[in-house]
């Protein structure tokens, strides 16, 4: 069965031993996300040795954002651009250290980086959902976008939902009532799932089991409705 991933970390050195088992794994296509300047190199890499299962986003984590930044650097994220399929991971964190204004400036920046270039994004919300939705309600989002590990309020997902988002479950997300309830009531043309790590088929496996029972789905329909809505989100790799 071939898996979508909608996003990982496969880059990370932490993730190296295996990395190897991934590439053997040639049924699964993993969007793969930086998280600060200074990875950005490793995830290249990645995608140039596997460019048809690798979906590169190139973005600033809100943990990685500069202390008290009060300009964005777009020099160093502009020569990825090039391959970028996504921005991301973005967004917002109220439970991080990370000065929230510098925060809300990066954020702010790669959005419209995101919308001049016709990209999808992927967001990173913690206790921040009511800020987050106030920043994208302030801009027009003419693409569709990805709210990763997605367990917001019901009231907090429809309204990301009128204005194009899509959502990712793994494991995590679907054993917390939160996630359950997010996953149960959003329509399923906007359903994906995520490793949020190393793209490891059994985990995948298993999101992709405990969502098709809980929008009764055989397995095969919903690998087949997560795949349509990998390519709506990021294109044909």
């Not at 967004?91 to 959005?111: E, H, R, T």
């Not at 088929?201 to 929008?215: G, I, V």
């Amino acid at each position: 069965m071939k898996l979508y991933d909608a996003h990982s970390h496969l880059h990370f050195p932490e993730n190296s031993d295996l990395l190897s088992q991934f590439k053997s794994d040639g049924d699964i296509v993993a969007c793969d996300s930086s998280v600060s300047f200074k990875d950005m190199d490793a995830l290249h890499e990645i995608y140039l040795q596997m460019p048809s299962r690798i979906v590169p986003a190139y973005g600033i984590h809100p943990w990685c954002v500069p202390a008290f930044a009060r300009k964005f650097d777009y020099e160093q994220l502009e020569e990825f651009l090039g391959e970028a399929k996504a921005i991301g991971e973005i967004g917002l964190d109220n439970k991080c250290d990370v000065d929230f204004d510098a925060q809300l400036l990066y954020f702010k920046a790669q959005i419209d980086i995101a919308c001049e270039r016709g990209l999808p994004m992927i967001l990173h919300s913690i206790k921040a959902w009511r800020e987050l939705l106030e920043v994208l309600e302030g801009r027009k989002i003419p693409q569709k976008f990805l709210v990763h590990a997605a367990s917001c309020p019901l009231d907090i997902a429809k309204r990301l939902q009128d204005m194009g988002a899509m959502f990712s479950f793994g494991t995590r997300e679907l054993g917390t009532m939160k996630g359950l309830a997010c996953a149960t009531n959003i329509k399923i043309e906007n359903i994906l799932i995520e490793s949020d790590g190393a793209c490891i088929r059994q985990d995948l496996e298993k999101a992709l089991k405990m969502l098709a029972e809980l929008r009764n789905e055989t397995r095969e329909s919903m690998s087949e409705i997560v795949e349509s809505n990998f390519i709506r989100l990021f294109g044909n790799v």
